[in-house]
């Protein structure tokens, strides 16, 4: 499986930007896909995941209510629409794939290769 993730990109605060993950071979119903991000001096961070197969969702506290997961199963691609940008989102931004419900980045086995997204003040 890979993971391929786009659409990063400079915004003012307030904007939106809409990021695509992707993947490339089969995904099975049981799989979690996920967004982390991470910040320049700072480690990796959980911001959202989506089952494949249900329209269960889970945010990190800091982007609750502003960002949205979501799937298109037959285009094989993991979407996280980012409303309501602030300066304190920036970082690259990337998707993985796993097979637990979980927010750790080590439950996760593959990794895009990340998109940049900054927010301009």
């Known amino acids: 499986v890979q993971l391929q993730a786009y659409g990063g990109g400079l915004v003012q605060a307030g904007g939106s930007l809409r990021l695509s993950c992707a993947a490339s071979?089969?995904?099975?119903?049981?799989?979690?896909m996920a967004w982390f991000r991470q910040a320049p001096g700072k480690e990796r961070e959980f911001v959202a995941l989506?089952?494949?197969?249900?329209?269960?969702?889970l945010y990190a506290g800091s982007v609750q209510g502003r960002f949205t997961i979501s799937r298109d199963k037959a285009e094989n691609t993991v979407y996280l629409q980012m409303n309501s940008l602030k300066p304190d989102d920036t970082g690259v931004y990337y998707c993985?794939?796993?097979?637990?419900?979980?927010?750790?980045?080590?439950?996760?086995?593959?990794w895009g290769q990340g998109t940049q997204v900054t927010v301009s003040s």
């Open positions: 989506t089952r494949w197969s249900r329209d269960s969702t």
């Open positions: 993985a794939r796993g097979s637990q419900w979980a927010t750790q980045r080590d439950e996760y086995v593959y």
């Open positions: 071979g089969r995904i099975f119903s049981s799989a979690v």
